[in-house]
């Protein structure tokens, strides 16, 4: 095996523009997979983000997101009353009733207005998002006309600057602190006071309840308790599932997206190195026949030429990752379908995405690369020796 | 023109790999005269938007709505000729996943208000007539196979609809006169809505036409102007700009599909390339012989970018006809709700096959310079 592969590779080499351009042909598939990948992934990396598995989201059963839900007032010491409901360093239950709206602000790049959703929280909300830790000036006020904005919101929105007056709702409220989430979707989004964002929007209820469970574990015989309570007519779900949720619309689309791009472009791909590896064998015929006529198996051959294709493969699919890679990070925004605001997200490329690129790109030489391979094995001894 | 047939004559010295190096630049055309239809369907509602159109929404932002007072006072503004409303329902046919759009209408301004919106006459009459009738775009018809007079029940999706079922039966079957409306949608009668809403009375926004384009800015400014600080404050834009503005929340589509498809172009690029250089190899002594006739290294490098151009733009044409086959709206059945129509036009299909030539001159260009730089001595002296 060692000489056949020393062979394939040094052969590879001495034809290293034809290789080359091959191993570009796939890079670039593989970039882009890599990249439409990394959309989808950040996408859904910011939602799953703002669910905790300490945390249970209420919502008025039948629900399927926030803006279509209602949780009335009564409700709310119901539901703190609950054993499961962790308590703070108080004594006061930590839930939280919450408000998503959406108002409209000017973006920062071109100015036109685009939604952004307002999220109206109880004093508990910032105990119970424990990811959420301020990077400039400190927690809104409640009573106070006072409104906390997420980092990722402060860049793509104007006048969210920490300190400006923001106008919406026949108000003016001042921005006293900018918030992180760990990249969560939290981060797209301004936070005031509930109880002053519902006579602002005309609500005359909540949405929905967070509530910090005393314990992960602690959620099934929350969920019992709740359903066996006439006056909650509303449904507990864990705050990362419901979140895991939320992705699925859009999430799906852009990974649909991705593979039509990617299986489209990979043919083409698949093609170049059909060519490269069919004018291979073309060339090395008369090598192919002394190495048959020397005793190799046809096996040996078609696995030694199979193997030149995924080699060359992956040098592309390694190209391909590099060339993606500083798409890493950056930052964008697509709208979410369910709240029908934008939502700041990171291209997010995971050490499984890279690997998912370079076993792509070995399928993408394997395909290019059996033909020929088969073909190689197939040449008549006797007729490949006498070629010149 | 008397090297044609030389130039056909190289492309078939192998034909496996012209076929292979034509599908893959076919593909690349494929996919590039898609991307582009994508973008064209979102500028074409933009560009099909009336000018006599104004959007009126309230200004925190649009999923929250005005009273239906809102409407005489700006029939009363001068300069407008003519007001309809419509709220979105949003309501869930089957399964969640079934989405269009459903809009509660003002029939009778609204039709008058969207000529877009083609009914027969008798059509017309039976929606007028039955409150609880509807009329669907004959694309969303079809998505569900939906015959005139047929029941199809919506639940509704947001609270303020109650939670009662609601059942319509289709009284039209209504087509898109332009891009300006999509023939995905379903439209209703808004008082059946309403009767059953808390609060009642409730538009989400109000379509206005203006006499004179011109004045449309004052127009505007006067609408808005009225209910300033009251507790319903409105957001007055043209058709075109309101329109925009959905497309521009699908995030950066210009950006994504364009360097998708320069990805598409150079990664074609580099088949094209390779095979060409192979081409030219194979025949070094073919070429060097040529030369020693006489032929000019410039015809020699024509003949390389003519078998370049000839490979890409077969190619091409096949992708750009295929595309124009494949993707259009009604053999897809996508669309609706907030992606408009798209289908790949005539346009389209010329830029894609312009960039196939770009495609197959550019990857021809180095190959054919190597064959005209040629040293006839030395490629002769190789045994290829």
């Not at chain 2, 151009?309 to 709700?337: D, I, Q």
Request: overall charge positive; charged content about 15%.
């Amino acid at each position: 095996m060692g000489l056949i592969s020393n062979y394939n590779l040094r052969s590879m080499i001495v034809r290293k523009s034809t290789a080359a351009m091959t191993a570009m042909g796939i890079a670039m598939v593989v970039a882009v997979f890599i990249m439409t990948m990394a959309i989808a992934q950040g996408f859904r990396g910011a939602l799953v983000a703002s669910g905790s598995n300490d945390n249970a989201i209420l919502l008025r059963k039948g629900a399927t997101s926030e803006t279509v839900s209602a949780v009335l007032r009564p409700q709310l010491p119901l539901i703190e009353a609950h054993p499961q409901v962790a308590r703070g360093d108080d004594g006061k239950p930590l839930a939280s009733p919450e408000l998503v709206v959406i108002i409209s602000l000017p973006r920062v790049s071109d100015g036109h207005p685009a939604n952004v959703p307002l999220r109206g929280v109880g004093p508990r909300a910032f105990a119970i998002r424990d990811t959420l830790k301020f990077v400039e000036g400190r927690r809104l006020t409640p009573g106070m006309r006072e409104i906390n904005v997420g980092k990722a919101a402060v860049g793509r929105f104007q006048g969210l600057a920490l300190g400006s007056d923001v106008r919406f709702a026949n108000a003016t409220w001042k921005v006293v602190g900018v918030f992180t989430a760990d990249d969560a979707s939290f981060e797209s989004e301004v936070w005031g006071d509930v109880d002053l964002m519902m006579p602002a929007f005309q609500r005359d209820g909540y949405q929905s309840v967070t509530v910090k469970l005393v314990d992960p574990s602690a959620f099934d015989s929350f969920q019992a308790a709740v359903a066996t309570d006439p006056r909650l007519d509303l449904k507990p779900e864990r705050e990362r599932e419901y979140y895991e949720g939320q992705s699925a619309t859009t999430g799906t689309l852009i990974r649909v997206f991705a593979t039509f791009v990617t299986a489209i472009l990979s043919i083409g791909a698949v093609f170049g190195a059909m060519n490269t590896m069919y004018a291979a064998v073309a060339y090395r015929t008369r090598e192919i026949g002394t190495l048959r006529a020397l005793g190799f198996s046809r096996v040996r051959i078609v696995t030694a030429f199979l193997a030149e294709s995924v080699a060359l493969a992956i040098v592309g699919g390694v190209i391909g990752c590099v060339i993606a890679l500083p798409v890493h990070g950056l930052s964008t925004g697509a709208m979410n379908m369910t709240s029908f605001s934008e939502l700041a997200f990171k291209f997010r490329i995971t050490p499984g995405l890279l690997l998912g690129g370079l076993i792509f790109s070995a399928l993408m030489g394997a395909a290019g690369g059996l033909l020929p391979a088969i073909r190689a094995a197939r040449i008549p001894v006797a007729r490949a020796l006498r070629e010149i | 023109m008397k090297f044609i047939g030389l130039i056909f004559k190289s492309a078939r010295r192998s034909k496996r790999r012209t076929a292979l190096t034509m599908i893959s630049v076919a593909l690349a055309v494929f996919l590039f005269a898609a991307l582009r239809s994508v973008l064209d369907g979102f500028a074409a509602v933009s560009a099909a938007s009336s000018a006599q159109r104004l959007v009126t929404i309230r200004s925190t932002s649009m999923i929250f709505s005005m009273p239906t007072s809102h409407t005489e006072a700006i029939r009363s503004t001068a300069g407008v000729t003519d007001v309809t409303w419509a709220n979105w329902f949003g309501g869930i046919y089957k399964d969640p996943k079934n989405f269009f759009g459903q809009f509660a209408v003002d029939p009778e301004s609204y039709l008058r208000m969207y000529p877009e919106v083609i009914l027969t006459p008798e059509e017309k009459e039976a929606f007028l007539a039955d409150r609880t009738g509807c009329i669907v775009g004959d694309g969303l018809a079809k998505k569900y196979g939906w015959q005139l007079g047929d029941r199809v029940v919506l639940q509704p999706g947001i609270p303020v609809y109650g939670s009662l079922d609601y059942p319509f039966t289709i009284r039209g079957i209504y087509k898109a006169g332009s891009s300006a409306v999509d023939n995905q949608s379903m439209l209703f009668h808004w008082k059946y809505a309403d009767e059953r809403s808390s609060p009642q009375g409730q538009v989400g926004w109000v379509v206005t036409r203006v006499a004179d384009p011109e004045q449309a800015t004052q127009v505007i400014a006067a609408i808005d102007q009225r209910f300033a600080n009251s507790p319903y404050e409105t957001k007055t834009e043209t058709e075109q700009a309101f329109s925009a503005q959905f497309a521009s929340m699908l995030g950066n589509l210009n950006l994504l599909l364009g360097s998708v498809a320069l990805a598409v172009v150079l990664s074609t690029l580099f088949v094209a390339g390779n095979t060409m250089a192979m081409s030219v190899r194979e025949r070094t002594t073919e070429i060097a012989v040529m030369r020693t006739l006489g032929f000019r290294a410039l015809t020699i490098f024509l003949l390389v970018v003519g078998e370049g151009l000839l490979v890409a733009v077969v190619g091409g044409a096949m992708g750009a006809a295929l595309a124009r086959v494949v993707v259009n709206a009604e053999f897809l059945g996508l669309a609706g709700g907030f992606i408009p129509l798209f289908g790949v036009n005539n346009w389209n299909v010329v830029v894609g096959i312009g960039l196939s030539v770009l495609i197959g001159v550019l990857a021809a260009v180095i190959p054919a310079t190597m064959a005209s730089r040629l040293r006839i001595v030395d490629a002769l002296r190789r045994v290829a």
